[in-house]
């Protein structure tokens, strides 16, 4: 089974607050995104957006040229259901982050939640930060969150990769100025806890 088969699989079978990283509102997300950018017009992606509500929130605040990548239709399907009519207002992508073609150099923020510790081969990772360099512009902002050191060691039947700061902004390189990392401890659905890290950076 490929990796979209598998996310079908997953979003096909659970409602979108069955989910283990299902949060109503993506606060600390939010937060960052009004951090790196006051405008509403600037062009703001999220990165395994899937049936977050992060769009939602984005949109009901205004913001102007939003986008939406993820590997399942079906989970866009079910955020495009959601949203109705505004769903228009939306760039859909749906991709395979390591391969997904994107406007170069277009992006003001770029913010991922729960992708990039799934790619467990260093090639996988490679590719993902070479679209993140092509794809985000100069003085841009990235926002990635993934499990932080003692975070989980697997989600949705597959392998991870725990991040502390040093590590994850590592991945990314001097390109990437880290302005500032915080954990965060999530309470899912189920009721158990996952770390999550997050790490604000700026592209240089």
Not at 16 to 38: E, G, M, R
Not at 44 to 69: A, H, K, M, P, W
Not at 85 to 92: F, Y
Not at 152 to 158: M, T, V
Request: overall charge negative; hydrophobic content about 35%.
């Amino acid at each position: 089974m490929d990796n979209k088969q598998h996310w079908d699989g997953v979003y096909g079978s659970k409602a979108p607050d069955a989910v283990s990283w299902y949060a109503p509102h993506l606060k600390t997300s939010l937060n960052l995104i009004h951090q790196a950018s006051t405008n509403k017009g600037a062009a703001v992606i999220d990165i395994g957006g899937g049936e977050s509500t992060l769009v939602d929130d984005l949109l009901s605040e205004g913001y102007e040229d939003i986008s939406v990548l993820d590997i399942s239709q079906k989970a866009i399907d079910v955020a495009r259901a959601r949203i109705g009519k505004q769903a228009d207002q939306v760039h859909w992508y749906c991709a395979d982050i390591t391969q997904a073609i994107l406007p170069q150099g277009y992006f003001d923020v770029w913010h991922d939640r729960a992708v990039f510790h799934f790619l467990t081969e260093e090639a996988q990772r490679a590719r993902y930060v070479e679209q993140v360099m092509r794809s985000v512009k100069h003085g841009g902002y990235v926002i990635m969150s993934t499990f932080g050191p003692e975070g989980p060691e697997k989600c949705s039947g597959l392998d991870v990769v725990r991040y502390d700061s040093e590590h994850l902004h590592g991945q990314f390189g001097k390109t990437f100025k880290l302005i500032d990392s915080s954990t965060e401890i999530h309470q899912t659905p189920m009721g158990a806890t996952q770390q999550f890290l997050y790490c604000f950076c700026r592209m240089e």
